[in-house]
């Protein structure tokens, strides 16, 4: 494993306001540093700030102390129009319910983030129809998602988040909405995606057998970030 530290978390806390005006606290001081190639996976109850963490580390969401830094941008002290940059160029994104945009084809949607970011060339597109090959849908590329299965429809989410070339792919719950079989076929393919191009990722998740293909594993604990297991061990 590669010992450059690619995302750092210093003292992260973050709290809302409840409805009845009392605050609570989701995370409290988190600290960590993920290395370069790993796959982190972050385990934890419902509410319990797994999601949450990634919006922070995405700058989705302000943090309400603490710094994160990914490389060696700060991403606490990111404006929006930069925050907006970062995750168009450095951050791939896969949800639980996909979040394809059912207007738009197979390819049209795996080709989305290139035409973001002004990225058209052959080349560019070139990369995009191989990993339509990778992820094996090159056969269902003029179809919409409403034609897909579940597994269909996220390896095409995988494709979509891997396409501009991220150094950090944030997966929240990638395999909630399917069974366990395709959960599994599903991380076995975006591990192998990730690790052949030397990508990072960290994985929000409830299952244990997503959790299985991650280097190092954490859950949240009363809004502490806790190391649980490592391949090491």
Not at 59 to 64: A, L, P, Q, T, W
Not at 108 to 124: Q, R
Not at 130 to 135: A, C, D, N, S
Request: proline residues 2%; hydrophobic residues 40%; charged residues 25%.
């Amino acid at each position: 494993m590669n010992s450059r530290i690619y995302l750092t978390l210093q003292d992260v806390s973050k709290q809302y306001l409840d409805g009845l005006k009392q605050t609570r606290i989701v995370l409290d001081e988190v600290n960590a540093e993920f290395y370069d190639g790993e796959i982190i996976a972050i385990l934890g109850k419902s509410g319990s700030g797994k999601s949450t963490l990634l919006n922070l580390i995405s700058g989705i969401d302000d943090v309400s102390s603490g710094k994160i830094f990914l490389q060696d941008i700060e991403v606490t002290r990111l404006k929006e129009n930069q925050l907006t940059a970062l995750r168009r160029t450095k951050i791939g994104f896969i949800f639980q319910f996909f979040n394809l945009l059912p207007t738009l084809t197979v390819w049209e949607n795996i080709c989305l983030p290139l035409e973001l970011n002004g990225k058209n060339t052959v080349e560019d597109y070139n990369k995009a129809f191989e990993l339509l090959q990778r992820v094996d849908m090159s056969d269902r590329k003029n179809d919409y998602p409403d034609h897909l299965s579940g597994g269909e429809q996220q390896r095409v989410a995988i494709a979509r988040a891997l396409v501009n070339n991220p150094d950090l792919i944030l997966a929240d719950e990638p395999t909630g909405n399917l069974d366990e079989k395709n959960g599994i076929l599903i991380m076995e393919l975006l591990s192998q995606l990730a690790r052949q191009s030397h990508q990072n990722i960290i994985l929000v998740t409830h299952s244990k057998e997503a959790a299985a293909f991650a280097d190092r594993q954490y859950a949240i604990l009363d809004g502490k970030l806790i190391e649980t297991t490592s391949h090491a061990e």
